[in-house]
């Protein structure tokens, strides 16, 4: 199999930690629903790849994402993989509640920067939802959980275009002031530009988010996801958001494409010397098996350029 030629790079990290998000928001975007058995092996395959943080599912209204409502059939059949970790989406009490009761100690909670996506994905006011993950976020850190925050749209939104800064920090703070231990700055839209990276980072450093709890979830509409992360290392972000193969999107946001596909980014990182401890092959195999179970190719150029040498 073809490989990078490893040019380490000196003023990046050394090592990155790749949150998987392929079975949870790539799957949540498929027209239909992929039987659990399949859900099951692709988070197995995964594992074997050697991806250690892989967000399963979500504990969602099954109205509104009908394609995960089988997060309790599905959680138990993966629960056990050794090394692993599978944090869960919960957006209410309801759904932390389900994660709990499955043993589930990863959770993540996901708000939005702005208002309209509020709304369109939670069915409440930005400062409802915040109301509404507080006590699930505290409840979750008694229960042991680690939590993850999602902050959507903070680089543009489709309804309201541009978003403030402030406004995406003043949400980012609310979070961590519930106890979130970690962040993850969502480019929904895939719009953002690796200078707007740059900036966001800086402000939320300045505003007294350090940059060691932040991670990045770039979705790939215009191409910008790969850029946007190399912007993050050098800011010296360590947590990359990535979907195998570059499934991915938002249901309740029309324009969101695939995520950074994971093979994408860890050859750039296999390039760059910097270790994530992930078999690219192996990853490779895992998305031309799942495309196939989907009916369609995968989108990740890196995905398509390996397979089709083999
Ligand atoms: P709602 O209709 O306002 O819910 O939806 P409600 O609180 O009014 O409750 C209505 C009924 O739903 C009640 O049942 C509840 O018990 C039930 P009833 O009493 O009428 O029989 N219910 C639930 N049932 C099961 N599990 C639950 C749950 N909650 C309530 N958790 C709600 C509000 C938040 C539930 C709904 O809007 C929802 O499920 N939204 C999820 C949307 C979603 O999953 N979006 C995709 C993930 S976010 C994303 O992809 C972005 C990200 O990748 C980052 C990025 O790219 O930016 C993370
Ligand atoms: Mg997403």
Not at 156 to 180: S, T, Y
Not at 223 to 242: C, I, R
Not at 293 to 304: A, D, E, F, I, K
Request: glycine letters at 10%.
């Amino acid at each position: 199999m073809t490989l990078p030629m490893v040019v380490p790079a000196t003023d990046l990290p050394a090592r990155v930690r790749i949150h998987e998000v392929g079975a949870r928001d790539g799957l949540q975007n498929e027209k239909s629903s992929v039987p659990t058995d399949v859900k099951a092996e692709f988070i197995r395959r995964l594992a074997d790849a050697g991806l250690t943080t892989i967000e399963a599912t979500s504990f969602v209204h099954p109205k509104w994402v009908p394609q995960l409502a089988d997060a309790e059939d599905l959680f138990p059949q993966v629960s056990d993989l050794p090394g692993v970790t599978l944090p869960v989406l919960v957006p209410n009490q309801r759904g932390l509640d389900r994660a709990l009761a499955l043993g589930a100690r990863r959770i993540a909670v996901f708000a939005s920067a702005t208002e309209s996506f509020a709304k369109a994905n939670l069915n409440r006011t930005l400062d409802e939802s915040l109301a509404v993950f507080d006590p699930v976020v505290r409840q979750a850190k008694d229960a042991g959980a680690h939590v993850r925050g999602y902050v959507s749209m903070c680089f543009g939104d489709p309804w309201e275009g541009a978003v403030p800064l402030h406004q995406v920090v003043r949400v980012c703070r609310a979070l961590r002031d519930m106890g979130c231990d970690e962040l993850s700055l969502g480019d929904t839209i895939g719009v953002a530009t690796p200078g707007h990276v740059l900036e966001l980072l800086s402000l939320l450093n300045e505003e007294g988010v350090p940059t060691n709890v932040i991670g990045v979830h770039f979705h790939d509409t215009y191409g910008q996801a790969l850029a946007n992360t190399y912007a993050a290392l050098e800011h010296g972000v360590t947590t990359v958001d990535a979907s195998a193969g570059g499934l991915g999107g938002c249901p309740y946001a029309k324009s969101a494409t695939g995520n950074l596909a994971t093979e994408d980014l860890v050859w750039m990182l296999q390039g760059l010397g910097i270790e994530t401890g992930v078999d690219l092959g192996r990853l490779t195999a895992t998305s031309v098996w799942m495309a196939g179970q989907l009916g369609r190719p995968s989108p990740s150029r890196t995905v398509r350029a390996l397979s089709h040498q083999e």
